[in-house]
């Protein structure tokens, strides 16, 4: 496995290999858990060489202080991705990424106004000019993002279809604990007590996801309710949104239609640590 720190080495890498291989890019911010490692394996098998690029993207950070208390351990993460086999990884620092007078800003209007986009101000913006930025520099067949940030999936689906990019964007389900938590670099900041508490996140999704597909409820104010009440038992969770939305555009929907994809979205605060999670509805 290689290990570069510039573009001019990395694509040096590339160069020789593309002729005779399909390139697979799975974009992360280190902290490596089993959900990156699930996209690694899809990139695998969607192509010949798998680049990984480890980097904590300053621009999308709302919040100075979540940004500096993001801690990556590196060799750690190394060790993780050469077991998984990954042909080259990309771990650049910041002017790498934004050399000085760096300008250019990608902005996909209607997706990015909601949820995320509503509290963490700036956030979407940051992250869709990195991707462009590291799409444009790995140029790969195919890119895998995870179901577990869908708002951010969904994003970078919009912007390479309205920017023509030509490659495909792989969904990689979302990957959860035995007890149901979202895996999440987030969950390390908790204490035992708070991860306990975060668990309500998805026993309030999955519990709705259950009325629908099992008892057929459609009405999304009764979804809604019965979710927010079993939130508010769990003192230790802060919820901040809750959602029912289409799969596509997003948008709040008041009744399911059969046959149609739809998110149940949420997030919320457990120790001030920030969590989101999501799960998907059908009927
Ligand atoms: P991050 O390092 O948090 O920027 O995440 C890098 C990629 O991994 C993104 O595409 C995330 O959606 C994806 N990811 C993170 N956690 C999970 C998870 N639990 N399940 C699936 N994908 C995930």
Same mark, same amino acid.
């Given at each position: 496995?290689?290990?570069?720190?510039?573009?001019?080495?990395?694509?040096?890498?590339?160069?020789?290999?593309?002729?005779?291989?399909?390139?697979?890019?799975?974009?992360?911010?280190?902290?490596? $858990?089993?959900?990156?490692?699930?996209?690694?394996?899809?990139?695998? @098998?969607?192509?010949?060489?798998?680049?990984?690029?480890?980097?904590?993207?300053?621009? %999308?950070?709302?919040? =100075?202080?979540?940004?500096?208390?993001?801690?990556?351990?590196?060799?750690? +993460?190394?060790?993780?991705? %050469?077991?998984?086999?990954?042909?080259?990884?990309?771990?650049?620092?910041?002017?790498?990424?934004?050399?000085?007078?760096? %300008?250019?800003?990608? *902005?996909?209007?209607?997706?990015?106004?909601?949820?995320?986009?509503?509290?963490?101000?700036?956030?979407?913006?940051?992250?869709?000019?990195?991707?462009?930025?590291?799409?444009?520099?790995? %140029?790969? $067949?195919?890119?895998?993002?995870?179901?577990? +940030?869908?708002?951010?999936?969904?994003?970078?689906?919009?912007?390479?279809? +309205?920017?023509?990019?030509?490659?495909?964007?792989?969904?990689?389900?979302?990957?959860?604990?035995?007890?149901?938590?979202?895996?999440?670099?987030?969950?390390?900041?908790?204490?035992?007590?708070?991860?306990?508490?975060?668990?309500?996140?998805?026993?309030?999704?999955?519990? @709705?996801?259950? =009325?629908?597909?099992?008892?057929?409820?459609?009405?999304? @104010?009764?979804?809604?309710?019965?979710?927010?009440?079993? *939130?508010?038992?769990?003192?230790?969770? @802060?919820?901040?949104?809750?959602?029912?939305?289409?799969?596509?555009?997003?948008?709040?929907?008041?009744?399911?239609?059969?046959?149609?994809?739809?998110? *149940?979205?949420?997030?919320?605060?457990?120790?001030?640590?920030?969590?989101? +999670?999501?799960?998907?509805? =059908?009927?």
């Amino acid at each position: 496995m290689e290990v570069v720190k510039v573009k001019s080495e990395l694509q040096e890498f590339l160069c020789r290999v593309r002729p005779e291989n399909s390139i697979g890019l799975v974009p992360t911010m280190g902290a490596l $858990h089993e959900g990156h490692l699930s996209l690694i394996r899809i990139a695998r @098998a969607a192509s010949q060489k798998t680049v990984v690029s480890i980097f904590v993207n300053p621009l %999308q950070f709302d919040n =100075k202080e979540d940004y500096l208390k993001y801690s990556i351990n590196l060799d750690q +993460d190394l060790a993780l991705l %050469q077991v998984e086999g990954v042909d080259v990884v990309f771990a650049p620092n910041i002017s790498e990424i934004y050399p000085i007078n760096h %300008q250019t800003r990608i *902005f996909v209007s209607k997706l990015m106004e909601r949820y995320e986009g509503e509290f963490r101000r700036g956030h979407f913006e940051g992250v869709a000019t990195v991707v462009a930025i590291l799409l444009n520099i790995v %140029q790969p $067949h195919v890119a895998v993002f995870g179901e577990k +940030d869908f708002q951010q999936l969904r994003i970078v689906e919009q912007m390479v279809a +309205d920017l023509g990019m030509p490659l495909k964007i792989l969904r990689a389900p979302l990957v959860r604990s035995s007890d149901g938590l979202a895996l999440s670099s987030r969950n390390n900041r908790l204490t035992a007590k708070g991860r306990n508490s975060a668990l309500i996140m998805s026993k309030g999704l999955l519990h @709705a996801k259950e =009325k629908v597909e099992k008892e057929g409820e459609v009405n999304v @104010a009764t979804l809604k309710e019965h979710t927010r009440k079993i *939130f508010s038992k769990e003192v230790g969770f @802060a919820l901040e949104y809750l959602e029912l939305v289409d799969e596509n555009e997003l948008l709040p929907v008041s009744f399911l239609e059969k046959s149609k994809p739809y998110r *149940f979205l949420c997030a919320g605060y457990v120790e001030g640590v920030r969590l989101i +999670d999501n799960v998907s509805l =059908k009927i």
